[in-house]
Nanobody, 119 residues
Framework: QVQLVESGGGLVQAGGSLRLSCAAS????????MGWYRQAPGKQRELVAS???????NYADSVKGRFTISSDNGRNTVYLQMNSLKPEDTAVYYC?????????????WGQGTQVTVSS
């Protein structure tokens, strides 16, 4: 099993910055990919950014140039630096990890952290 604990959400004015963190713990052999998804009210959950163990990052077009994903493999932690935030970035942000455990490969999710951007 893999547990993901997120932190860093909150309320910020448009143009401001926030940094999200997500730490993975539990019993697993390796984590292949970690990432951040978000879900706004009435909308589907969408990928924000992801990063492989090798450091290859992928971003949604809507956040390119504003958000940066990074990871610390030794600490099984992923970060999301969010700059130039816009009201449309308001959502619950979920951490995701693709990990190998004794049961095989599976996706794991954090509990979510609220990000609210005021105009």
């Amino acid at each position: 099993q893999v547990q993901l604990v997120e932190s860093g959400g909150g309320l910020v004015q448009a143009g401001g910055s926030l940094r999200l963190s997500c730490a993975a713990s539990g019993s697993f052999f390796s984590i292949n990919t970690m990432g951040w998804y978000r879900q706004a009210p009435g909308k589907q959950r969408e990928l924000v950014a992801s990063i492989t163990r090798g450091g290859t990052a992928n971003y949604a077009d809507s956040v390119k140039g504003r958000f940066t994903i990074s990871s610390d493999n030794g600490r099984n932690t992923v970060y999301l630096q969010m700059n130039s935030l816009k009201p449309e970035d308001t959502a619950v942000y979920y951490c995701n990890a693709g990990a190998y455990t004794k049961a095989g490969f599976d996706d794991y999710w954090g509990q979510g952290t609220q990000v609210t951007v005021s105009s």
